[in-house]
Nanobody, 117 residues
Framework: QVELVESGGGLVQAGGSLRLSCAFS????????IGWYRQAPGKERDRVAI???????NYLDSVQGRFTISRDNAKNMVYLQMNSLKPEDTAVYYC???????????WGQGTQVTVSS
C-alpha cells in the first residue's frame, strides 16, 4: 500500500510563491510516475504536472513556465515549486502516484492553496 502525504499549502498573495511537498512511502518509489493535480470548487480535477522516474516532466499549459515539478529519489519526495501565483491557481492540490506497469494509482489527502488578489 502506498501512502502519500502532501504539505506546503497555504495562503499567498498574487505574484507570490509556494512549494508543495509530497512524501511517498510503502512501495518502491522508482516504479512510480508522480503527478500533482488540483481541484477548485465546482470544477473537475486537473493534472497540473507530472514527473516520471527518469525525471521527464509535463505541465498543464496554464502553469508552464511558472511551476516546476521535481523528485528526490533518495528521499522518496516530490516537490512542486509554484511561482508567480495567480488567483486562478486557488485549489486543493493532490499528489498522485501511478505504478508504471500495473497502473495502480494512489492519492494523497490534498493541501489547500489559496491565492488572494
Amino acid at each position: 500500500q502506498v501512502e502519500l502525504v502532501e504539505s506546503g499549502g497555504g495562503l499567498v498573495q498574487a505574484g507570490g510563491s509556494l512549494r508543495l511537498s509530497c512524501a511517498f512511502s510503502g512501495r518502491e518509489f522508482s516504479w512510480y510516475v508522480i503527478g500533482w493535480y488540483r481541484q477548485a470548487p465546482g470544477k473537475e480535477r486537473d493534472r497540473v504536472a507530472i514527473i516520471s522516474p527518469g525525471a521527464s516532466t509535463n505541465y498543464l499549459d496554464s502553469v508552464q513556465g511558472r511551476f516546476t515539478i521535481s523528485r528526490d529519489n533518495a528521499k522518496n519526495m516530490v516537490y512542486l515549486q509554484m511561482n508567480s501565483l495567480k488567483p486562478e491557481d486557488t485549489a486543493v492540490y493532490y499528489c498522485n502516484a501511478e505504478h508504471m506497469r500495473d497502473r495502480l494509482a494512489y492519492w494523497g489527502q490534498g493541501t489547500q492553496v489559496t491565492v488572494s488578489s
